[in-house]
């Protein structure tokens, strides 16, 4: 195995780490479909509101009269035919595959990967396999991998048969008499607008009332659409931070829902609809009819909502900020203007929606190097702070001056902002209830930082830990703030249920307004949370390996002899939430409590091949200098002894 981090940074705050959450990009290159969206506003000037468009139901859009032609192919049986009895399957899979794929690109892919593996060449037949032996799986997170034929891979017969089966879903899950509704949203990545397209398309022609967003838009534009809009389900085309050549699909359900993330049953109900469509049905033969276009009043909404979340400035910050190549800027100055911020320096070459991703070698501000050209453009505009949103904009990054690094710049840990965040949350609530006391529930991830928990404590707000990802923390119930560690903020819950870093954005640079009208810094203002809360240090390791056995071998070893120390550090209990622990569902965690009430999270990674390790614990003894150097040593001493342990 092989470690992917060297040890939490001394810092006191968590090492993230890297966690690349997509798949792995294995398909051929594409120079991709052009993506007929709008664009991004221009960099300056004021943004007038846009008139309502009225809906489109009349016509099916260009995009598709164009490519709907499938060309049908017929393999030549001499010329293609397979080089030996085992690989006729996997040929005879690709072909019919081949005969309903609506997109010329991937059907030549496919043809040459045909035609290789009829002339005995071993490494297209392997990829015909690794194309086809598998399916991409629809779960909780939808679908998400790079764009290539094949049943394993994001292309345009797949997501034909996903909306197909979704629309099946719906169907038989709306009351009798009703028409089963969905909004459909999509960024900037490559596909996006043609898997948008064909999804509106698809679904209309199956009886669903299809509402396409009127344009590229972030994916929380498109979680606050399912609760403005009152529909039963939306669907976002993205793949947020993955690789250039990926893509994917979120789905959200409304109703009981309440506009959250899908989570199970009905991921499994939604995955058998799919699998049905895929070997009852060809792609060709899917009923196609007219879908609508939201109006422009529907961004309008969610912009007003958002710039509501701050009061006018108290005093302007000097601000950079990046879109990572993605879909933010054009709604976060629409937002930022509404709510009195002056507009911040830009990072241009990173403004623009561009599916390529030029000058980055991974769309996320966790990874190294992301954020070098917003700390260099902060350098040249004495910037007070740095906001980076992820492409689709659900996630925030925020950095802060700091003369010891190299770049003149840190960036916050998530579970920084996610603490300072949820103090604000818990003042607000405070406020806002006066002498009867602050009500609402604070929730995060049960690998985030128990700082939280500690907020909650002090303001006598309810505290909720839940499985990891928003799909859980959003459906926390009387929630009035959530997050977890990999930078994603929920601070508007009751008109979003998902993570949004634009809203986030907001409410992170009110509040640096505030501090810097009575003059403190957001740095300050992190040792005002460690003097009042206690300070807590968080860590993180991720082990690589190459064969997913390794990973299982740790924890069934972890289980079967549990560890009586880490390190120099008496472990208290661990539990096991395999089965379920205090309502939560199952899940491959095991949770270590230390005696001196440090805590480490094991876990197998959901989409890589790791094995992550989260290491959190806290001082309240000392001065603020103090209780950091006794949190940063316990941190170490955890740090080495959960290396020995999973060795």
Known sequence: ??????????????????????????????????????????????????????????????????????????????????????????????????????????????????????????????????????????????????????????????????????????????????????????????????????????????GVRAILLPRLLPTPVLAFAVRHLDVGAGIMVTASHNPPNDNGYK????????????????????????????????????????????????VQAYIDETASLAHRPRAQVTTVYTALHGVGWDTTRRVLESAGFDLPTLVDAQIAPDAAFPTVSFPNPEEPGAMDLSYETAREAGAELIIANDPDADRLAIAIPDEGSPSGYRRLSGN????????????????????????????????????????????????????????????????????????????????????DGISAAVALLSLVSDLKSEGVTLAEHLDRFSARFGHFASGQIS???????????????????????????????????????????PSDVLRIRLADGSRVMVRPSGTEPKLKVYLDTSSTVGTVAERRAAAEATLAELDRGMRDLIK
């Open 1 to 206: 195995m092989s470690l992917d981090s060297t040890g939490p940074e001394n810092t006191g705050t968590e090492n993230t780490g890297t966690e690349n959450t997509g798949t792995e990009n294995t398909g051929t290159e594409n120079t991709g479909t052009e993506n007929t969206g709008t664009d991004a506003a221009p960099a300056r000037g004021r943004h007038s509101s846009a008139e309502d468009s009225p809906p489109v139901t009349d016509v099916l859009p260009d995009v598709l009269s164009d490519t709907m032609v499938i060309d049908t192919v017929t393999v030549d049986p001499q010329a293609d035919a397979p080089a030996t009895d085992a690989a006729a399957p996997v040929i005879a899979v690709a072909n019919a595959w081949l005969s309903q794929d609506p997109d010329p690109e991937t059907q030549a892919e496919l043809r040459l990967l045909l035609r290789g593996a009829a002339d005995n060449d071993a490494a297209a037949l392997a990829e015909l396999h690794a194309r086809f032996d598998e399916r991409l799986a629809f779960g909780t997170a939808g679908l998400r991998g790079a764009i290539a034929a094949g049943s394993n891979r994001m292309n345009r017969v797949l997501v034909s048969q996903a909306a197909a089966g979704l629309a099946a879903f719906l169907i038989k899950n709306t009351a009798p008499g009703r028409v089963p509704s969905v909004v459909i949203g999509y960024d900037g990545r490559k596909n996006s607008h043609v898997f948008a397209t064909d999804s509106a398309t698809i679904m209309a022609g199956a």
């Open 251 to 298: 789905v959200y359900l409304g109703g009981a829902n309440q506009g959250s993330q899908i989570v199970s049953p009905d991921d499994a109900s939604i995955a058998a609809e799919i699998l049905r469509v895929a070997a009852e049905e060809r792609v060709p033969d899917l009923p196609r009819a007219a879908y609508e276009t939201a109006p422009e009043s529907v």
């Open 416 to 499: 920084e902002v996610g603490a300072i965040l949820g103090w604000r949350a818990a003042e607000l609530a405070a406020q806002v209830s006066g002498d009867g006391g602050a009500t609402g529930t604070l929730a995060c991830s049960i690998v985030s930082t128990p700082a939280l928990e500690a907020v909650a404590k002090a303001y006598g707000l309810r505290f909720t830990d839940t499985l990891t990802g928003f799909k859980w923390v959003s459906r926390a119930p009387g929630l009035i703030f959530g997050f977890e560690e990999a930078l994603g903020y929920l601070v508007n819950p009751v008109t979003v249920r998902d993570k």
């Open 543 to 585: 082990v690589r390996v190459t064969d997913l056995t390794e990973i299982e071998r740790v924890m069934a070893r972890l289980r079967a002899t549990p560890p009586a120390f880490v390190g120099t550090l008496a472990v208290d209990h661990i539990d096991d939430l395999s089965a379920g622990f205090n309502g939560l569902p």
